[in-house]
């Protein structure tokens, strides 16, 4: 793959112009009716049942882990009118060998007992400079192999002898919906919300961005995918949507009708959602050379010598079609950094990832950031 200087000048080219034209004070709404309004951004009934600290829900209907195991979310409750929803990474499956428990799993396949939302980067509530510590916040845990966007129990034909076949509920579709539903039901007028994601979490995270807005047309948005940047080409022989039966639902959803099966992939969920919201900034975090996003490329068979090109290859892509598009490329082979404790110390470009991200949170327009030497990882360059 080559790495274009025509397309680095077109990000920046473009990421200038999307500076001048897009703002808080002009394209965003900055109060709400009184109406519309409540002291903490929650209904009095989520006020009065939760507790402090993160609550366990176990939603009816057809939830459900990859293995047919009880699905869970949490939520943290807040103490203002704020919403994050948030979704977890955690690998992907589309393989007989990738989904198999006994071959080569490559994703978390349920969530254990004992699971708890993690106590890093942005879920450090201890830290006061957390730019969400008094959000809201919904967590999405992944345990469906389909990024959250599957909604088929599919049956994977035996690869070898002795084995039988094996039926794979990818329903992160399905998880998530009941999510939003309790959302929808129990936080009914936030003001400010910010929908994220990391890793398998941040690849949806345009998509379900587009349906928040949707059903709080009068609140702030903004988004970021954290960590899934680079999957920039399609192996014609393996189409993990096919198999997750992404397609069985998404042309259903307003702005995403146009989506077509042949042609999908990542960009598309950008540029799809930001044409449909011009006025919220969708963004991404990567590491320049993220090890797992190259171990995930490899397996669908596409060979990465530079991330990085990818990387920049697709934000010319996004910015070409939606300005309303932000990335950030901190150096080295790291994986995420919503959840680390790094979030708090990386940077590039002389601004830290924290402040960037608190910045987008506040819905104030940020600069496309590149790493200058982006082959290590980048504490001091801000």
């Given at each position: 793959m080559k790495?274009?200087?025509?397309?680095?000048?077109?990000?920046?080219?473009l990421?200038?112009t999307?500076c001048?034209?897009?703002n808080?004070?002009s394209?965003?709404p900055?109060?709400?009716?009184s109406n519309?309004?409540?002291?903490?951004?929650?209904?009095?009934?989520?006020?009065?049942?939760?507790?402090?600290?993160?609550n366990?829900?176990?939603?009816a209907?057809?939830?459900?882990?990859?293995?047919g195991?009880?699905y869970k979310?949490f939520v943290?409750?807040g103490?203002?009118?704020?919403l994050?929803v948030?979704?977890?990474?955690?690998g992907?499956c589309w393989?007989r060998?990738?989904?198999?428990?006994?071959?080569k799993?490559s994703y978390t396949?349920n969530?254990?007992?004992e699971?708890?939302p993690?106590?890093?980067?942005?879920?450090?509530?201890n830290n006061?400079?957390?730019p969400?510590?008094?959000?809201?916040?919904?967590?999405?845990p992944?345990?469906t192999?389909?990024?959250?966007?599957?909604?088929?129990?599919?049956v994977?034909?035996?690869a070898?002898e002795?084995?039988?076949?094996l039926?794979?509920h990818?329903?992160?579709?399905?998880?998530m919906?009941?999510?939003?539903?309790?959302?929808?039901?129990n936080v009914?007028s936030p003001e400010?919300i910010?929908?994220?994601?990391s890793?398998a979490?941040a690849?949806?995270s345009?998509?379900y961005?587009a349906?928040?807005?949707d059903?709080y047309?009068?609140?702030?948005?903004?988004?970021?995918?954290?960590?899934a940047g680079g999957?920039?080409?399609?192996?014609?022989?393996?189409?993990?949507?096919e198999?997750?039966?992404t397609?069985?639902f998404?042309?259903?959803?307003n702005?995403?009708?146009k989506?077509?099966?042949?042609?999908?992939?990542?960009?598309?969920l950008y540029?799809?959602a930001?044409?449909k919201?011009p006025?919220i900034?969708?963004?991404?975090?990567?590491?320049?050379?993220?090890?797992v996003?190259?171990?995930?490329?490899?397996?669908?068979?596409?060979?990465?010598?530079q991330?990085?090109?990818?990387l920049?290859?697709?934000?010319a892509?996004?910015l070409?079609?939606?300005?309303?598009?932000?990335s950030?490329?901190a150096g080295?082979?790291s994986?995420?950094?919503l959840l680390?404790?790094?979030?708090y110390?990386y940077?590039?470009g002389?601004?830290s990832?924290r402040d960037?991200?608190?910045?987008?949170?506040k819905?104030?327009d940020v600069s496309?950031?590149?790493?200058?030497?982006?082959?290590g990882?980048t504490?001091?360059?801000?």
């Amino acid at each position: 793959m080559k790495t274009s200087s025509i397309g680095a000048m077109l990000v920046l080219t473009l990421a200038l112009t999307a500076c001048n034209s897009f703002n808080q004070a002009s394209n965003l709404p900055s109060n709400l009716p009184s109406n519309q309004q409540s002291p903490n951004g929650i209904d009095a009934s989520l006020v009065k049942d939760l507790q402090e600290g993160w609550n366990e829900f176990t939603p009816a209907g057809e939830t459900t882990c990859s293995d047919g195991s009880p699905y869970k979310f949490f939520v943290r409750p807040g103490a203002s009118n704020k919403l994050m929803v948030y979704m977890q990474g955690g690998g992907a499956c589309w393989t007989r060998a990738s989904c198999d428990p006994a071959m080569k799993p490559s994703y978390t396949r349920n969530i254990s007992d004992e699971f708890k939302p993690s106590q890093h980067g942005i879920f450090d509530f201890n830290n006061e400079a957390n730019p969400f510590i008094d959000y809201t916040i919904v967590m999405a845990p992944y345990c469906t192999g389909d990024v959250h966007i599957g909604q088929s129990d599919t049956v994977y034909a035996p690869a070898k002898e002795g084995q039988r076949p094996l039926t794979i509920h990818h329903q992160g579709r399905t998880n998530m919906q009941a999510i939003l539903d309790w959302t929808y039901q129990n936080v009914p007028s936030p003001e400010d919300i910010f929908i994220t994601g990391s890793s398998a979490g941040a690849i949806p995270s345009p998509f379900y961005a587009a349906l928040v807005a949707d059903h709080y047309p009068d609140a702030r948005v903004a988004q970021l995918g954290d960590g899934a940047g680079g999957y920039r080409q399609i192996n014609s022989t393996t189409r993990p949507d096919e198999q997750w039966g992404t397609f069985t639902f998404i042309n259903n959803e307003n702005g995403f009708n146009k989506l077509k099966a042949e042609s999908f992939n990542y960009e598309s969920l950008y540029i799809a959602a930001a044409q449909k919201h011009p006025r919220i900034l969708f963004a991404e975090y990567d590491a320049a050379e993220d090890a797992v996003q190259k171990r995930f490329l490899s397996m669908g068979g596409v060979a990465i010598v530079q991330l990085i090109d990818s990387l920049e290859a697709n934000h010319a892509d996004i910015l070409k079609a939606a300005p309303n598009f932000r990335s950030f490329i901190a150096g080295g082979e790291s994986h995420t950094v919503l959840l680390r404790p790094e979030f708090y110390r990386y940077g590039a470009g002389g601004v830290s990832i924290r402040d960037w991200v608190n910045d987008l949170a506040k819905f104030k327009d940020v600069s496309n950031l590149t790493c200058k030497d982006c082959s290590g990882d980048t504490y001091a360059e801000f």
